[in-house]
């Protein structure tokens, strides 16, 4: 058995602006691209999008009583960037910011830290128009973005984090297309991971500029293991590591690009490490799976490939690319198809630290989460899965601890079911269900209250 978690570890739950707030046009908000995404067919599973999602812009005190009901001590949510400048430049709209000032009054008058994220991947469509992450000016725009918000908010938030997981904004949105803006570029959409990288650097430098308490991460990290012990299946995982996981954290705390990236960057990329690696009091990682990876077409991939149950989903990559990722056998697996491991989350911290050492801040998992099969029985929700699956990762978390691993804090995804990105309503990922075809009710699960008790025996004396 893991050390028992410290009586002062920081509990939380996460979500994101588009996901939940619905309310795309109230309050002088622009459009983003993800309202432009939403609107080509067939790219949202279920054809729906998050006009009016979990509801949050105007439920928004209702989510408070839920958090502070749940006992956590902090909430980590996002800031729409289109609410506070609809065309992603000039003055910020007074409307937005008043919106986000009274959301962090509330969570701040119920005694919940305030974990404001900048950037959860709604862009302001005006910005997309002029090229988006592809083009540089976007990451300069985010700087300013990031001061107007501070300016207002700096007083009360806890923990800034400028750009929620780049790897996923680069890869899903600009390399493969499966996410706004719906891009295939394959590896040229690594020009938007500098950007994005570089946003998150400019970001950071206002935010500093305008006094504020701690500056953070969310980059999502997943263990990278070769289908087999072959030299090129281990050299495809070993790239794929170097995509995913290296490319995102180093240019931030060492600053520099792994196996000469940088020489395929634009723009002065020596001078922008410097800015992209300003300091932080946080790194935070978003885990939910392993990765397995091969060489396409190598023995050892068609063997894992067939492996693989009828049930998984292959993802199948542009021609041209050199790895192959394959589902990962499990003993478990998340209505999402992702494999339940975690050990692997474990292995993901103790990597960080024995790469970075001395350079790797504070940790926060700012999400750890999965979608279950959910079936409404007696009013409620009885997701034993979810339950299961949030205390083996609690324990893993401990176990990093364990050794030697600095870890401050956990944060579930997510409070609420919600539009869950190109897959619409069809996941569910809350510890509060949400008739998102009805009234937006939201009723909490057995995981809520599961992760209420959790929080008390741990805080309890003695």
């Known amino acids: 058995m893991p050390t028992p978690l410290p009586r002062?570890?920081?509990?939380?739950?996460?979500?994101?602006s588009y996901q939940i707030e619905g309310g795309v046009t109230a309050g002088g908000r622009g459009r983003s691209i993800w309202d432009d995404f939403c609107d080509r067919p067939g790219a949202i599973a279920d054809g729906s999008s998050g006009a009016v999602a979990c509801d949050s812009y105007h439920r928004w005190d209702e989510d408070v009583e839920l958090l502070h009901g749940l006992g956590v001590d902090a909430y980590r949510f996002s800031i729409a960037w289109p609410r506070i400048q609809p065309d992603g430049a000039g003055p910020a709209n007074a409307a937005g910011l008043d919106f986000y000032d009274r959301a962090v009054d509330a969570l701040c008058k119920a005694g919940i830290a305030p974990f404001a994220t900048l950037y959860h991947w709604d862009l302001p469509a005006a910005l997309?128009?002029?090229?988006?992450?592809?083009?540089?000016?976007?990451?300069?725009?985010?700087?300013?973005?990031?001061?107007?918000?501070?300016?207002?908010?700096?007083?009360?938030?806890?923990?800034?984090?400028?750009?929620?997981?780049?790897?996923?904004?680069?890869?899903?949105?600009?390399?493969?297309?499966?996410?706004?803006?719906?891009?295939?570029?394959?590896?040229?959409?690594?020009?938007?991971?500098?950007?994005?990288?570089?946003?998150?650097?400019?970001?950071?430098?206002?935010?500093?500029?305008?006094?504020?308490?701690?500056?953070?991460?969310?980059?999502?990290?997943?263990?990278?293991?070769?289908?087999s012990e072959a030299d090129e299946d281990v050299a495809a995982a070993a790239l794929y590591d170097t995509i995913h996981n290296r490319a995102f954290a180093e240019p931030i705390l060492l600053g520099e690009y792994?196996?000469?990236?940088?020489?395929?960057?634009?723009?002065?990329?020596?001078?922008?490490?410097?800015?992209?690696?300003s300091p932080l009091d946080a790194y935070g990682v978003n885990y939910y799976n392993p990765t397995l990876v091969g060489m396409p077409g190598?023995?050892?991939?068609?063997a894992a490939r067939a492996a693989v149950p009828d049930q998984q989903v292959q993802l199948e990559v542009p021609d041209g690319i050199p790895f192959q990722l394959v589902p990962v056998p499990a003993r478990e697996y998340t209505a999402f198809g992702w494999p339940v491991a975690p050990e692997c989350l474990t292995e993901v911290l103790v990597q960080l630290r024995e790469r970075y050492g001395d350079r790797l801040p504070p940790v926060h998992i700012t999400e750890s989460g999965c979608?279950?099969?959910?079936?409404?029985?007696?009013?409620?929700?009885?997701?034993?899965?979810?339950?299961?699956?949030?205390?083996?990762?609690?324990?893993?978390?401990?176990?990093?601890?364990?050794?030697?691993?600095?870890?401050?804090?956990?944060?579930?995804?997510?409070?609420?079911?919600?539009?869950?990105?190109?897959?619409?309503?069809?996941?569910?990922?809350?510890?509060?269900?949400?008739?998102?075809?009805?009234?937006?009710?939201?009723?909490?699960?057995?995981?809520?209250?599961?992760?209420?008790?959790?929080?008390?025996?741990?805080?309890?004396?003695?």
């Open 8 to 16: 002062d570890f920081l509990f939380g739950t996460s979500t994101a």
């Open 128 to 227: 997309q128009a002029k090229g988006g992450w592809m083009a540089r000016e976007t990451a300069e725009r985010f700087g300013d973005y990031a001061a107007l918000v501070a300016d207002r908010l700096a007083d009360r938030v806890a923990m800034w984090i400028p750009v929620n997981e780049p790897v996923v904004a680069t890869l899903f949105g600009h390399a493969i297309g499966l996410h706004a803006p719906g891009e295939s570029r394959g590896f040229e959409a690594l020009a938007a991971a500098h950007h994005l990288l570089l946003g998150h650097g400019l970001a950071t430098r206002s935010l500093r500029a305008e006094g504020v308490a701690a500056i953070g991460t969310a980059n999502n990290h997943t263990p990278v293991h070769a289908v």
């Open 258 to 277: 792994p196996n000469g990236m940088g020489d395929g960057m634009p723009g002065p990329v020596a001078e922008d490490l410097t800015v992209i690696s």
């Open 298 to 302: 190598s023995p050892g991939t068609a």
């Open 371 to 462: 979608s279950t099969h959910d079936v409404v029985e007696d009013g409620t929700v009885h997701d034993e899965a979810r339950i299961r699956y949030l205390d083996q990762h609690l324990d893993a978390v401990a176990d990093a601890l364990d050794a030697g691993v600095d870890v401050r804090g956990w944060f579930v995804w997510s409070l609420l079911d919600n539009f869950e990105w190109a897959e619409g309503y069809t996941q569910r990922f809350g510890l509060v269900r949400v008739d998102v075809e009805g009234d937006q009710q939201r009723v909490p699960k057995d995981s809520y209250a599961w992760l209420r008790e959790r929080i008390r025996e741990i805080r309890s004396p003695g």
